[in-house]
């Protein structure tokens, strides 16, 4: 018989090593802090998008070079952005986090270097694209890690911090860099970004680890080439359109050739580069279109109004980045307001209502602009971007919607590609406009801000046609949608049933109590009902409390006296005068005396994973459900496992 004779720590220290051996990669990760460092990517990533609109001016005057020339470091940026988005998915399956995230930090970090020093127009130009790359990656890099490490319960206040990550960077990048070019010159712009980055990389060499093992994904070179041509050729065809119409015709029929071509080889792929499935479903590719309108008129929005302010105001770059900050700010107030009424009432009338702030803010920004109103334009801006917030998640979310649960991931991507392409489109579209009808008054004797007002105009007038078809648009979306909720409602009852879903999961046959009944008739109807809760309603049929035994034992029990339930405490207190006359008392108290008055209940339209959340993170056993303030059913722990194991066993 062999003996194992090693000692116990000898032992341990082998069973150790083989457990270190087996680890995938991600185990004992310091989770919190791996969010940490790729919020902060994701923040400076957003933040570097909109630093160089403040000091475009100075860069023109100091290159010599037109406004359209330099919009290409705004242009060129958001085009290499998109291009980068569409092959992240691939990065994040072919490498390691680990390695995606110190590439995207090297580029942006070398980008921003030499930007602080070129030397000439193209040097700059091709630094910054190179800045291009690590937002490309840095932002979809952190929402992918969000969705692989968050904990399930935290999920939703992750993703909402990513997205305020994402939501502030822009806005705090005019200010940040107008105040370094009104002090120190507009190369100074790039050193926050540099050093920023620099401390992020330093913390992720600590806290970024692998997520898991690399696949060996074939990468299609002939994808990339395909999205690279076909969006160069529509940016510039949008540029040429008020100078050149019939080159920018041309341009724009190769550009959406070239995009087609790209979508037939994606078809062919195994590993597609851009999964484009999505886009078969109508609700989505419509809710698609909102976001592009609603991208064109905030990035655009972001490079004309420093322009205006500097070229036809005579501001400073740090003020017009102070005035532009106001706008933005009111826009991340109204996200967050519009997500919340986006789950309370859906898309109508929040996206119609949306674009038509849009549509008319910039009819009355262009309405003022030329008269030199400052108030009034950034007033008529704030409404552009109030208009911008109630749409653009709600867009997002309304389309997310209409797509199977496996196609999700695809139609996010999908989303940041359009968002990327919009923030490029844009910019090119207006700043053509502005250029073309600033040259052609100064041909006509105007003076150079008189001629930068009315290019701003000019801009102005196209994004109100803009923003009237995103309010036709949105109008069209939301009765489409209507019209596919009545098809549903009025589906065979059967077929409704198969849906896994709250109604086909909650009781309808609900007992409660009126909010006028005592404690005594509470009771009564629980024994009668074998239930340990109930509803209390009012007159309506509203929902204004819920009585348990356990709120029945807590008015029962005094301080020395353990609560099990409401047999138990009855049994302890039986011989008890004082517990008599407590009980006596109780039972005649109405039972809203008793009752907890802040019940949590869902809608009869609750996506039925919520529900799951909220009986799990709350720790209830029911929840009421409500349809337009009405109690229409109860779902329970019981009621949604009991489904779960009917589905499973069908």
């Not at 990468?219 to 359109?241: M, N, P, Q, Y």
């Not at 003076?447 to 109008?475: E, P, R, Y």
């Amino acid at each position: 018989m062999n003996t194992d004779k090693r000692s116990g720590s000898e032992v341990l220290r082998e069973k150790r090593a083989r457990a270190m051996a087996q680890r995938e990669p991600g185990d004992g990760l310091n989770t919190t802090a791996l969010l940490a460092v790729l919020f902060g990517s994701a923040f400076i990533a957003a933040f570097n998008e909109n630093i160089i609109n403040v000091g475009l001016l100075d860069i023109m005057g100091e290159f010599s070079v037109s406004s359209i020339t330099a919009q290409w470091l705004v242009t060129g940026y958001m085009m290499v952005t998109a291009i980068v988005t569409t092959i992240v998915a691939f990065l994040m399956r072919r490498f390691t986090l680990r390695q995606v995230f110190f590439a995207g930090g090297v580029v942006l970090a070398v980008g921003s270097a030499v930007d602080i020093v070129a030397p000439t127009f193209a040097y700059l130009l091709v630094a910054r694209l190179f800045q291009a790359i690590g937002t490309g990656i840095f932002i979809p890099a952190m929402m992918s890690t969000v969705l692989q490490v968050a904990p399930r319960k935290k999920l939703g206040s992750y993703l909402a911090i990513g997205s305020c990550c994402i939501t502030f960077g822009p806005a705090f990048g005019p200010v940040v860099s107008g105040l370094m070019v009104t002090a120190f010159g507009w190369r100074s712009m790039f050193v926050p970004t540099l050093v920023v980055i620099v401390v992020l990389m330093l913390a992720g060499l600590a806290f970024v680890r692998p997520l898991g093992k690399p696949q060996r994904v074939a990468f299609d070179v002939s994808s990339l080439v395909l999205a690279a041509a076909g969006l160069t050729c529509i940016i510039f065809g949008l540029i040429e359109i008020t100078a050149n119409l019939v080159l920018a015709l041309v341009l724009l029929v190769v550009g959406a050739a070239v995009v087609a071509g790209f979508a037939l080889r994606q078809r062919k792929l195994e590993h597609p580069l851009l999964n484009l499935d999505p886009l078969r479903t109508p609700r989505f590719s419509i809710a698609c279109v909102l976001v592009v309108v609603s991208m064109m008129t905030t990035f655009s929005m972001s490079v004309l109004l420093p322009l205006y302010f500097e070229g036809a105001m005579g501001y400073s770059a740090f003020m017009a980045g102070l005035l532009v900050l106001i706008p933005i700010l009111v826009n991340a107030g109204t996200a967050l307001l519009g997500g919340r009424i986006m789950d309370a009432r859906g898309e109508w009338p929040l996206l119609p209502a949306g674009f038509l702030l849009i549509a008319g803010g910039m009819a009355g920004v262009a309405a003022v602009a030329g008269a030199m109103q400052v108030v009034l334009v950034v007033a008529g801006a704030c409404l552009v971007y109030a208009g911008v917030g109630f749409v653009m998640s709600p867009s997002q979310t309304a389309g997310l919607k209409q797509l199977p649960r496996e196609l999700n991931a695809h139609g996010v991507a999908l989303i940041n590609v359009f968002i990327q392409v919009a923030a490029s489109a844009g910019p090119s579209l207006y700043l053509g406009i502005l250029s073309s009808s600033e040259a052609a008054s100064l041909a006509a004797g105007a003076s150079a801000a008189t001629a930068a007002a009315d290019g701003f105009v000019a801009a102005a007038l196209v994004a109100v046609g803009v923003g009237a078809i995103g309010l036709s648009t949105s109008l069209a979306y939301v009765r489409m949608l209507a019209n596919r909720k009545a098809e549903l409602e009025t589906a065979p009852q059967e077929q409704r049933r198969q849906a896994f879903t709250l109604e086909s999961v909650m009781k309808r046959d609900v007992f409660t109590i009126r909010a006028d009944q005592t404690v005594a008739e509470a009771v009564q109807a629980m024994l009668d009902h074998h239930t340990s809760g109930l509803p209390v309603v009012d007159a309506r049929g509203h929902v204004v409390g819920f009585v348990s035994d356990g709120d029945i034992m807590k008015s029962l029990a005094d301080a020395g006296q353990p609560v099990v339930d409401l047999t138990y405490s009855l049994s302890v207190f039986a011989d008890d005068v004082a517990f008599d006359l407590r009980l006596s008392h109780l039972m005649n108290a109405n039972v809203m005396e008793v009752a907890t008055e802040r019940v949590l209940s869902v809608d009869v339209d609750t996506p039925i994973e919520r529900v799951c959340t909220l009986l799990g993170e709350r720790r209830i056993k029911k929840l009421p459900v409500l349809d337009g303030g009405r109690l229409v059913g109860t779902v329970s722990r019981s009621d949604v496992n009991r489904s779960l194991m009917v589905a499973f066993l069908q």
